[in-house]
């Protein structure tokens, strides 16, 4: 069952999805050659704990850390540690948050120094998939044109997208119905209403569609070790379009 959130939710959504987005400009600054996935972990507990909110990852099915980071032919749930970002590599950085109920979640794919011009190149279509996907978010379509807005983009620009792992509802869980799978045929699903918040993501491989789990029992990589790129935002469907509501909350209009 799809919930449908009330102006109150939603606006308190507006709040978790704001300090998620603020921790994320804060992570995408630090992002250069020679530093750790392992910073980027203890920049965003320092953030979580002075502003008194929760990571909506820490402990979720005993998840080690605060956000997820993943490097390369990392697609998704990289846990940060050890490992230096060098000139050339592209990184995933997901963050998700709770305050008071309700959560927010996005992620980014980030240029580290000087990066070639195919991984520069899938980071630029996942982006755009994403922002393809949120402009099909609208009162009245229904919920695979949404899906099938993020397979069009990809395919036509030579890539795949993932299948194994999906976008999904969000507010008072991290994860509520539905599923929004990265494929799917238009015109078909659940009719989209208002009130509805959906975390959006794009999740793109630079070749094949096929991925595996490694022995930490999180980290997903490309199985043809082949670059994957994740661009994700929390969306609210409102009487007006669609609202991005990871924006920093300073910019909010």
């Not at 599923?179 to 699903?189: E, K």
Request: charged share 25%; glycine share 10%; hydrophobic share 40%.
């Amino acid at each position: 069952m799809i919930i449908i959130k009330s102006t109150r939710e939603i606006e308190k959504m507006r709040v978790s999805c704001g300090i998620t987005a603020e921790i994320m400009e804060n992570l995408g600054r630090m992002v250069e050659p020679g530093v750790a996935t392992g910073d980027l972990e203890r920049e965003a507990a320092r953030f979580i704990q002075e502003m008194g909110v929760h990571s909506a990852f820490k402990g979720y099915r005993g998840y080690p850390a605060h956000i997820c980071v993943s490097v390369n032919e990392e697609v998704v749930h990289g846990i940060p540690g050890e490992r230096v970002l060098a000139a050339g590599d592209i990184v995933s950085i997901d963050v998700g948050i709770e305050v008071d109920g309700y959560y927010g979640d996005m992620a980014r794919t980030f240029l580290v120094g000087k990066v070639n011009g195919e991984k520069a190149r899938l980071v630029e279509v996942t982006r755009l998939a994403l922002e393809d996907a949120v402009e099909k978010t609208r009162e009245g379509n229904r919920l695979f044109d949404v899906s099938h807005a993020f397979e069009s983009r990809v395919v036509s620009q030579g890539f795949s997208v993932v299948r194994d792992y999906v976008g999904h509802g969000i507010g008072m869980k991290l994860h509520e119905d539905p599923q929004i799978p990265n494929f799917g045929t238009p015109h078909t699903g659940p009719r989209l209403k208002p009130g509805m918040t959906f975390a959006l993501e794009a999740m793109v491989n630079s070749g094949t569609e096929a991925v595996k789990v490694l022995p930490d029992g999180w980290t997903v990589v490309t199985r043809d070790k082949k670059a994957s790129a994740h661009f994700e935002d929390t969306v609210a469907i409102t009487g007006e379009g669609p609202e991005i509501l990871t924006c920093p909350r300073k910019k909010k209009q």
